[in-house]
């Protein structure tokens, strides 16, 4: 069964710069470790990716999967889902939410659904889960306020 944590950041720029840096789907390697090589496989009629391979390799956890991507119209949620089940994943959903704080800042609420296709004990699934959404929400955060600094 798959398992579900959320998690929120801060990010000083303003949502529409955070948006980008999401939807920017083949630079994610220059900021994100783990990725080794995105890239879209297929657009909607606005442009943005409908559907993304990702190559992860994150040591011990290697793998290449794809996901279909959905925007809400103000693309304060971006949301996703896998294709089909990967060498490593069952199941993987997620989402961004995005929400103006007014003070030309962002809060960012990271939702990931995960069940992989090996074996884990709950309690280091969820040590994972908690450093996979750290980083991701780390390197976002990096990555948007190094460009809003520019």
């Excluded at 060498?87 to 995005?98: P, V, W």
Aim: net charge negative.
């Amino acid at each position: 069964m798959a398992d579900t944590s959320t998690q929120s950041i801060q990010v000083k720029a303003p949502l529409d710069q955070v948006a980008a840096v999401i939807c920017d789907f083949p630079r994610y390697p220059e900021w994100a470790d783990a990725m080794k090589r995105v890239e879209v496989v297929e657009e909607y009629d606005d442009g943005y990716a409908a559907q993304v391979r990702f190559v992860l390799d994150a040591g011990p956890l290697a793998d290449d999967y794809t996901l279909e991507y959905a925007y809400a119209d103000d693309l304060s949620r971006i949301e996703w889902h896998l294709v089909a089940p990967s060498k490593m994943q069952k199941t993987l959903n997620g989402s961004y939410d995005l929400t103006d704080a007014g003070d030309g800042t962002t809060t960012v609420t990271y939702m990931l659904e995960v069940e992989l296709n090996i074996g884990m004990l709950g309690m280091f699934k969820r040590k994972a889960e908690k450093m996979i959404m750290d980083t991701a929400l780390k390197e976002l955060k990096r990555r948007v306020e190094s460009l809003a600094k520019t």
